[in-house]
């Protein structure tokens, strides 16, 4: 059985930095590309970021593109999602997934974690 396990959200001022980690089990991590995606209250989900299997094709959303920055280590079967100048409009439940290709796409993703809760105030 596959799982995602996110950690690392919290509540932080605006301007300032948090690290999301995704742990993954049930299959050969080295083999998936890993995205992450976040939602809003009311809103629907929204792609973030993705990484290939080898780390070399990483796509950005247009708002985070400069602020965010997307990683993983095979040998601890772990992808983060490092976070500054963060901005009120990131408050979200961020979540990550696992799937074929690194695509901004949810459908092409199998799996997915429960999400962390990440609140940016002003």
């Known amino acids: 059985q596959v799982q995602l396990v996110e950690s690392g959200g919290g509540l932080v001022q605006a301007g300032g930095s948090l690290r999301l980690s995704c742990a993954a089990s049930g299959r050969t991590f080295s083999n998936y590309a890993m995205g992450w995606f976040r939602q809003a209250p009311g809103k629907e989900r929204e792609f973030v970021a993705a990484?290939?299997?080898?780390?070399?094709?990483?796509p950005y959303a247009d708002s985070v593109k400069g602020r965010f920055t997307i990683s993983r280590d095979n040998a601890k079967n772990t992808v983060w999602l490092q976070m500054n100048s963060l901005k009120p409009e990131d408050t979200a439940v961020y979540l990550c997934a696992s799937g074929w290709v690194a695509a901004r796409t949810e459908k092409s993703y199998d799996f997915w974690g429960q999400g962390t809760q990440v609140s940016v105030s002003s």
């Open positions: 990484i290939g299997w080898t780390g070399a094709i990483t």
